[in-house]
């Protein structure tokens, strides 16, 4: 379809008081072009659909607000159709720059260029679409049949939408299945409350949406959302269906109490677990293993395992509750019986404080805090237990029949090989300097997610591994941050333990969001749009092939396993699996890869569309990339809050910083740009990047830049990476400031002239 291309000027919100809007136009090369009071208003919007009726102008370039602002009107337009680029001349230009001054004009007529540029550049969207050997499925499969899967299962089966539960065992239930009461969940909060597990097992197995597989693991899931081909193993038989969405909702596991012999276990004949605790009461009788006999007295240790640099560093959330209960349980059915309580801290959050209320009023039982020095047994098979730093403020000493280990929750997808290397590596080297590389290569082996193996429980068909990637201590990864269910394989979500620690209730909350995400996922995903954090793009990646050199970079940095390879190393795109951050656009040194409207070559072109001014003039331009998914918005507050900054920076928004390739630095240099500034996320364990690992990309490829500078007797600090969170906008001006002090002190670019 040709292109005729209108460029429009808003000059409400003071964005007329501060610069000339017909002089910015005629800087232009576009056949219409036109200023209104209030593009947004139903006016303003009827003057454009009037140009596109009467002029045949299918493509706006819109010198307005931030293309942050009014979406629910500039949105309207169909991108199959219309193709519509926001200049941002409100937050970015007339409410941060002096009025009427020169550079803001000249600040005000490059981005319109640059929009213009753009604008150009762009082609009209087509959405994905399978073939139709790859029809579209909505259905929703659930991996896993406790109640975190059982929840999530009849959340998205009550929206109208078919569900599969995939269980590994015989019977649905998972660990509530197995578990004798809850927390109470109604005031006064004293009483403990039914699981009602078999209630959820009946109305799942009722429900004509849900179809129910047990004793079923996965072959293999090839292709991506709304097309995933699913190969089962159901009882020793193939079944093969097919997917829009994934809930991984497979649980957790306690653990490894093995691990735990300085706490008794394994030693002493009468140490056993909280999960061997629940599993007496369920079945209605306390005894002591080695005589089976009621045990009178009965000691917990807490957090046995967790919140502990050795084993698990984290803390497993429910485990003061679970002892709370289980110490109900002991005075409940042993009536003469005593319990004590040994801990680090009591967490018992929320209206579940009430509950710890409740149990500090029985007078058979003890708390107090303190850390375990010795368990040891005696002849009789009491165990003694030794602790120091109590509340009492003197170490004690406590004999009970039998001692419980508060043992800690591990996911039922973790890779136990890499928590083992792990624990091995803080276990056996105690001092800390020593421990150093062979933790920090353990945990990479948690972290990576190049050839991961992970717990291969899905048996994904994806070049960088058959499951989830995890992060530290076996949980696979999630933005908690953000996206609290997602996994850096979309329309794959994760929800309840094995997530994260947590509660029965938290666990079913947690279902219900994860299956709210995968209805939104099959439902973009159907249309052929693009999920969070670009929810609604329907642009996608393209490939010319031709020029592939199979150097693989594309599919090793891909965050989201979008692109597998064949044998030879040539990429085979997966569209459903993208999120279309551009990532892999950065990676590619041949600039093969490219979207219709967002490409190496368009944000070259506006690069190269400025005019700079000669040394002489004394107004050196700094170019910013931006991220636009923090650094943006916050520059946007900037505006808001009527901050000012220096009007020689020209800002560039990207889909993500990691999208950043390395011609575009050359190019700016070589067109003569005196320095270059590139604002992202933060990124780390506590990860703010909305494409993970997309920030932290582009950093290393500066590393390699900055060298390259250097080499060629350019000053490396003309080019300077910062991590920005979305709430640092203060920042900002500031950042502009030191670097602006820094291109006055190594000079003007010395190819600027050329």
Avoid at 270 to 278: D, K, P
Avoid at 547 to 567: M, Y
């Amino acid at each position: 379809m040709e292109k005729k291309i209108g460029c429009y000027i808003c000059t409400g919100c003071e964005i007329g008081e501060a610069i000339n809007a017909e002089a910015a136009l005629e800087e232009l090369s576009a056949p219409v072009k036109k200023t209104h009071e209030a593009l947004c208003s139903p006016e303003g919007l009827a003057m454009l659909k009037q140009d596109m009726e009467s002029e045949g102008v299918n493509a706006l370039c819109i010198g307005a607000c931030s293309m942050r602002e009014k979406t629910e009107v500039f949105n309207t337009f169909d991108p199959k159709k219309v193709i519509v680029e926001r200049v941002n001349l409100r937050e970015h230009v007339a409410w941060c720059q002096k009025p009427g001054d020169e550079d803001t004009q000249m600040m005000v007529n490059d981005y319109m260029i640059m929009g213009l540029t753009k604008v150009e550049k762009s082609d009209f969207l087509e959405a994905y679409s399978p073939s139709e050997e790859q029809p579209i499925d909505k259905t929703i499969i659930v991996v896993g049949g406790g109640v975190t899967g059982l929840t999530a299962a009849l959340e998205a089966a009550k929206a109208g939408y078919s569900v599969v539960i995939v269980e590994k065992e015989a019977e649905l239930g998972g660990f509530l299945g197995k578990m004798n009461k809850q927390f109470p969940k109604r005031p006064p909060y004293a009483e403990l409350q039914d699981t009602n597990i078999g209630d959820l097992i009946a109305e799942a197995e009722a429900n004509s949406n849900i179809k129910i597989y047990k004793n079923a693991i996965f072959n293999k899931v090839e292709n991506g959302p709304c097309i995933y081909e699913i190969s089962l193993n159901v009882n020793g038989k193939e079944v093969n269906i097919r997917g829009g969405a994934f809930i991984m909702a497979t649980g957790w596991k306690p653990y490894d109490p093995n691990n735990l012999g300085h706490l008794g276990y394994g030693n002493c004949s009468n140490v056993i677990t909280n999960v061997m605790m629940e599993e007496m009461a369920a079945k209605g009788k306390l005894e002591r293993p080695s005589d089976g006999q009621e045990p009178k007295s009965v000691l917990f240790i807490q957090c046995a395992g967790s919140r502990d640099p050795e084993h698990l560093p984290y803390c497993s959330a429910v485990c003061c509750r679970v002892s709370l209960k289980q110490a109900k349980y002991v005075r409940e059915m042993i009536g003469d019986s005593k319990v004590y309580i040994l801990y680090k801290d009591i967490r018992s959050p929320g209206l579940y404080e009430d509950f710890y209320k409740n149990m500090q009023q029985d007078e058979g039982l003890f708390l107090t805090k303190g850390e375990v020095a010795s368990v040891t047994e005696d002849a009789d098979g009491s165990v003694v237990v030794e602790a120091e730093d109590t509340l009492v403020g003197k170490n004690i000493k406590l004999k009970a029949d039998m001692v419980v280990l508060a043992t800690g929750m591990v996911p039922n997808s973790a890779d136990g090989e890499a928590i083992r290397k792990l624990t091995d590596a803080k276990a056996t080297l105690k001092k800390e300097d020593a421990a150093k590389p062979q933790i920090e290569a353990a945990e990479q082996d948690l972290i990576t997610y190049k050839d991961h193996e992970g717990s291969q429980i899905l048996n994904l068909n994806y070049r960088q591994g058959p499951d989830l990637p995890m992060l530290k201590y076996g949980m696979p990864d999630s933005h908690f941050i953000c996206f609290p269910y997602e996994t850096r394989r979309t329309g794959i979500y994760a929800a309840g333990p094995m997530r994260t620690p947590m509660d029965i209730q938290d666990s079913m909350d947690d279902a219900a969001g994860a299956a709210m995400k995968a209805i939104q996922c099959v439902e973009l995903t159907s249309q052929g749009k693009a999920v969070h954090p670009r929810a609604g793009d329907e642009s996608y990646p393209s490939f010319f092939l031709q020029r592939c050199t199979q150097c693989k970079r594309c599919t090793e940095e891909c965050p989201f396993g979008t692109i597998n390879e064949d044998a030879k190393g040539t990429p085979e795109i997966f569209p459903t699996r993208c999120r279309r951050c551009g990532i892999c656009m950065g990676a590619c040194p041949e600039r093969i890869i490219s979207f219709k409207n967002y490409s190496v070559d368009m944000i070259a072109s506006e690069i190269k569309s400025l005019e700079i001014p000669d040394e002489d003039e004394e107004k050196p331009r700094v170019l910013v990339f931006m991220c636009e998914n923090d650094a943006y918005p916050a520059l946007d507050i900037v505006g808001k809050m009527r901050l000012q900054y220096s009007p020689f920076v020209r800002v560039i928004p990207l889909r993500c910083l990691g999208s950043t390739n390395i011609v575009w630095i050359a190019d700016s240099l070589s067109s003569g740009f005196d320095g270059i500034l590139l604002i992202g996320c933060k990124y780390g364990d506590d990860y703010q990047c909305h494409y993970v690992k997309g920030s932290e990309l582009c950093n290393t490829r500066l590393g390699n830049v900055k060298e390259t500078l250097d080499r060629l007797a350019l000053e490396s600090e003309r080019i300077r990476f910062e991590q920005l969170e979305f709430s640092e906008y203060e920042k900002i001006p500031k950042i502009i400031e030191e670097f602006m002090e820094t291109i006055d002190r190594v000079g003007p670019n010395p190819y600027k002239d050329f």
